[in-house]
């Protein structure tokens, strides 16, 4: 089954650093890799999404890149602010199911 | 609005008596999902269901038991609750086709005393 490994498990940054959380994955089948952002006390948000036919997507200041040659997916915010202080939690899907694999989640600290 | 909701949002129960936990979403989405998560934040999927009479047990073993009747209820029931039980349930739904991401339910947070 598909595996997905999630890094750093916690990432403290300064407000306007930028961030980047990196995800593996172990199936060459998945083609979907949706990112979903918990704040404290509140449900998982998708925020952003990719598949396999795309290399980047951007949505202000989050963007996803996919090296399917690697198996690795990453989220890159720019110019962190406090409110983007929250867990993050990468997944990968294969093509003919429905049930995401979710990494272990990271922890973003913005710091004022 | 058309969302996802779970109730109730916080329940403290004794050891052995039975639960249910419910979760309805208003958006004809045709997929549901319960997922438990840990303090650690991990999330764990414990039953899904791809439709009406359809239910199926995730990876994690669990003492709980589902239903889906109607295509927009999905309860999640505990015959008999252990303080093992306390935790973050989570409801989550999806869209026809492949390829959709989730929608959360704002969780029902157990404790099992």
């Known amino acids: 089954g598909e595996n997905v490994e999630q890094h750093p498990s916690t990432l403290s940054v300064q407000e306007g650093d930028s961030a980047v959380i990196k995800c593996t994955y172990s199936?060459?089948?998945?083609?979907?890799f949706p990112w979903y952002k918990q704040e404290l006390g509140k449900r998982p948000q998708l925020i952003i999404d990719?598949?396999?036919?795309?290399g980047e997507k951007k949505d202000q200041r989050i963007a996803v890149t996919l090296n399917k040659t690697a198996k690795h997916f990453s989220l890159h915010i720019t110019e962190t602010q406090p409110e983007d202080s929250a867990v993050y939690f990468c997944?990968?899907?294969?093509?003919?199911?429905?049930?995401?694999?979710f990494g272990r989640g990271t922890s973003l600290i913005v710091h004022p | 609005e058309a969302d996802i909701y779970q109730t109730p949002r916080y329940l403290v129960i004794g050891t052995g008596k039975k639960i249910t936990l419910e979760c309805s979403q208003t958006?004809?989405?045709?997929?549901m999902y319960w997922y438990q998560q840990d303090p650690g934040m991990e999330l764990h999927l414990i039953h899904y269901?791809?439709?009406?009479?359809?239910?199926e047990k995730g990876d994690l073993s669990s003492e709980s038991t589902v239903s889906r009747i109607r295509t927009e209820h999905f309860p999640l029931t505990l015959e008999s609750a252990r303080p093992s039980h306390t935790s973050q349930y989570l409801c989550?739904?999806?869209?026809?086709?492949?390829?959709?991401?989730?929608?959360f339910g704002s969780g029902t947070r157990l404790t099992v005393v």
């Open positions: 199936d060459s089948a998945s083609n979907y």
């Open positions: 269901s791809y439709g009406v009479n359809s239910t």
């Open positions: 990719i598949r396999s036919n795309v």
């Open positions: 997944a990968a899907l294969a093509g003919g199911s429905y049930i995401p694999t």
């Open positions: 958006m004809g989405h045709d997929k």
């Open positions: 989550a739904s999806s869209e026809p086709g492949l390829n959709y991401g989730y929608t």
